[in-house]
């Protein structure tokens, strides 16, 4: 008994391993499931008052200084993006009935119920949150400027991201070719 457990546990290591070395297969609908993620962050988004960075008094008393629209801050993108990749490790791949596999979300854990095992499941998470770090490293200054300027419509975060930033949906910019030739120096390394 002892040693089927074992085995079993071998099993599902080898498993868990061959995910992580594998790699996200579907670049699309990983990137479409960081920027539905994405896009639930501007719906929950707050309207927020101007910048007030008029600290200084100058000789009349007056207050010197900018008053920076908050739309267009950078404090409204680090609020955006900051904990976006943590908040991936809530998605886990699933198998559909067509065949395919796609992200979803996990609400709780225990509750879990897929094909594949619980240690697979955490796997996938913390792969699509290791990729959700990459990219947003990739296109930070691209998703930066596309935020500030209002780009992201609602529905429209995952064009924007995944196929006008990235290219990973659909061959709409040159820049899914580079990124693709980075991972391929990076695995030759």
């Not at 790699?23 to 927020?48: F, H, M, S, T, V």
């Not at 007056?62 to 409204?76: A, C, D, H, P, T």
């Not at 908040?87 to 225990?110: H, P």
Request: hydrophobic share 35%; aromatic share 6%; with cysteine.
């Amino acid at each position: 008994m002892a040693k089927c457990d074992l085995r079993a546990a071998f099993l599902v290591t080898v498993a868990v391993f061959a995910v992580l070395v594998r790699g996200i297969d579907d670049k699309c609908a990983a990137c479409n499931a960081i920027a539905e993620e994405l896009q639930l962050g501007l719906l929950r988004e707050k309207p927020r008052n101007h910048l007030d960075m008029r600290h200084r008094l100058d000789s009349k008393g007056q207050r010197q200084g900018k008053l920076i629209n908050y739309r267009v801050s950078e404090l409204r993108v680090v609020e955006l993006l900051d904990g976006l990749c943590e908040k991936m490790q809530d998605y886990t791949l699933e198998k559909a009935e067509s065949g395919s596999e796609v992200w979803i979300k996990v609400k709780d854990w225990d509750q879990l119920e897929l094909n594949t095992s619980k240690q697979e499941a955490r796997a996938h998470a913390k792969y699509i949150s290791t990729f959700c770090g990459r990219l947003l490293e990739e296109t930070e200054d691209e998703l930066t400027e596309a935020i500030k300027n209002g780009s992201f419509k609602t529905g429209q975060v995952s064009k924007v991201l995944c196929q006008d930033l990235t290219g990973y949906c659909g061959q709409t910019s040159g820049k899914r070719e580079e990124m693709d030739d980075e991972d391929t120096s990076k695995e030759e390394l």
